[in-house]
C-alpha cells in the first residue's frame, strides 16, 4: 500500500490571506506533520537567512545555506529532511493562494513558478547577494508586521508588499537569466515548460508544442537543447515520468488509471515506457516506497 501524501489547502490559510513563519525550528516545530513529506495548492517562498539543511523536493534532495532563496509550487512534493549544522536555522517561509492573487489584481509580474526548478539544474535555490538579501528580508519583516497587527488597510498592504516581494524576485531571476542563458532561447524554452505543464497529460508531439508557440519543430528542439543541455523529447518524457511517480507513490490509482490518466490508452505501452526510463515496473517501483 503506497503512501498518502497530505494536501495542504490554500483554505486552510483563510480566503485571500497568507500565512508567514519564522523559519526557527522552536517555533514551527508545533506543527511537525507540515515539515514531512506533503504537497500545496498553494505557493511557497522561503528565504534562508541562518543555518544549513536540506529538502526533499518530488525525490530528489537538495541542500541549502545562508542567503538562499526558493519556490515551491502548488502540487510539488516536498518536506524538510534534515539539519547539517549546530547552527540554528532562521529565516522566512510565506504561504499564500492563488486566490490571494487574484483578489490582489496581482497578475503582472513575470515571475518563475511551475518552471521555475527546471531552469535552476543541480541547486534549486538562488543565491543572493548581500543587498538582495536585505530587500527581501525587508519585505519579509513588513509581511509579518502586517500579520501580527490589526492595522487599517491591512489587506491592501499585505497585497502590495506581496507584489513588490514577487518583483524583487523576478528581477533576481531575471539577473540569473542573463547569466546563465541567452535571452531569446531561454524565452522560448520557458515558455515551452510552461506550455509542458499544462498539456503533459494530453499533448506527446513537440510539433504539437511547436504549434502552440508558432516556431517550427527544429527551432524549438534547437533552442531546449541550448538552453537546458537535454532534448525537448526529454523534458515532456521526464515531466510525464515524475507524474507517474507521483501518482504511484502517493495515491491510491490503479497502473492501469495512472496509464489513463496520462493520456497513455494501452496501460502495457506505459509500463514498458516507465521501466525502459526508471529501471523497475510500476507495480516494483509502488512497492519500493
Known amino acids: ?20 513563519l519564522s523559519l526557527s525550528l522552536d517555533q514551527v516545530a508545533y ?32 541542500s541549502f545555506s545562508p542567503h538562499t532563496l526558493s519556490l515551491i509550487s502548488p502540487g510539488q512534493i516536498h518536506g524538510w529532511v534534515e539539519s547539517e549544522s549546530d547552527e540554528p536555522l532562521s529565516g522566512f517561509l510565506l504561504i499564500f493562494s492563488k486566490d490571494m492573487l487574484a483578489a490582489n489584481k496581482i497578475d503582472n509580474v513575470d515571475w518563475p513558478l511551475t518552471s521555475f526548478f527546471q531552469f535552476m539544474g543541480e541547486n534549486p535555490f538562488y543565491n543572493l547577494n548581500s543587498d538582495q538579501v536585505a530587500v527581501v528580508r525587508d519585505l519579509f519583516r513588513l509581511l509579518e508586521r502586517e500579520q501580527a497587527m490589526e492595522l487599517q488597510d491591512r489587506e491592501a498592504a499585505v497585497g502590495h508588499y506581496l ?10 531571476n531575471d539577473r540569473w537569466q542573463q547569466t546563465h542563458r541567452e535571452e531569446a532561447g531561454f524565452r522560448l524554452t520557458k515558455q515551452y515548460l510552461t506550455a509542458v505543464e499544462s498539456h503533459f497529460q494530453t499533448v506527446n508531439s513537440i ?83
Do not use: W
Request: charged share 25%; glycine share 6%; aromatic share 10%.
Open 31 to 62: 506543527n511537525l506533520d507540515n515539515l514531512a513529506l506533503h504537497r500545496h495548492d498553494c505557493f511557497e517562498i522561503f528565504l534562508v537567512t541562518g543555518g544549513y539543511g536540506q529538502i526533499q523536493i518530488d525525490f530528489q534532495k537538495y
Open 207 to 289: 510539433s504539437d508544442y511547436a504549434s502552440m508557440l508558432h516556431v517550427t519543430a527544429n527551432h524549438l528542439i534547437e533552442s531546449v537543447k541550448k538552453t537546458l543541455g537535454k532534448s525537448a523529447g526529454e523534458v515532456l518524457r521526464e515531466r510525464q515520468l515524475l507524474e507517474a511517480k507521483r501518482l504511484l507513490r502517493y495515491s491510491t490509482a490503479s497502473v492501469d488509471e495512472i496509464a489513463h490518466q496520462l493520456n497513455y490508452r494501452d496501460p502495457s505501452y506505459f509500463g514498458r515506457f516507465f521501466k525502459k526510463n526508471v529501471g523497475v515496473s510500476p507495480t516494483v517501483f509502488r512497492k519500493q516506497g
Open 163 to 172: 507584489q513588490l516581494l514577487l518583483i524583487e524576485i523576478g528581477r533576481i
Open 1 to 20: 500500500m503506497s503512501k498518502t501524501v497530505p494536501i495542504i489547502s490554500g483554505e486552510a490559510l483563510q480566503a485571500h490571506t497568507f500565512r508567514l
